[in-house]
């Protein structure tokens, strides 16, 4: 049986790694967890330091907060093979400076909904969204 403390420290060991994997900082990458139909939801991140905005980067479920990390492990290492590239051009109301994100995404769509992730929508222009070639 795991103590609490086990599972904090193998929490922090995963997370960590994730952030090694993908070359970001504590302070360009954030674990948020919610609790969803008794399971627990993880949603990664990121935090462009350039424009100070924050993205989807993906969202899983696992049973608890291990399992979540450990199925968000697998995905930051296979990601780049699974999901296309994207390249987002949008402005933010009240600003002047035209932004360019990227993500890699499954689909167009799916490539929106990380750009929107907790924003309201009409906060937002996006002026062009362009599926990139492979390299």
Do not use: C
């Amino acid at each position: 049986m795991e103590t609490s403390q086990d599972v904090h420290v193998e929490v922090a060991r995963i997370q960590k790694e994730i952030k090694n994997h993908l070359g970001l900082s504590s302070n360009d990458l954030m674990f948020e967890y919610s609790s969803v139909d008794g399971k627990v939801k993880l949603d990664l991140i990121t935090i462009n330091p350039r424009h100070s905005q924050s993205f989807l980067f993906h969202s899983v479920t696992g049973y608890d907060k291990v399992d979540a990390l450990k199925k968000m492990t697998e995905y930051v290492r296979s990601y780049r093979e699974k999901e296309s590239s994207y390249t987002i051009q949008w402005i933010a109301n009240g600003e002047k400076e035209l932004h360019t994100s990227y993500f890699r995404a499954s689909s167009v769509y799916n490539a929106l909904d990380k750009l929107y992730y907790g924003r309201d929508m009409n906060q937002i222009t996006v002026f062009s969204v362009v599926l990139n070639p492979v390299a």
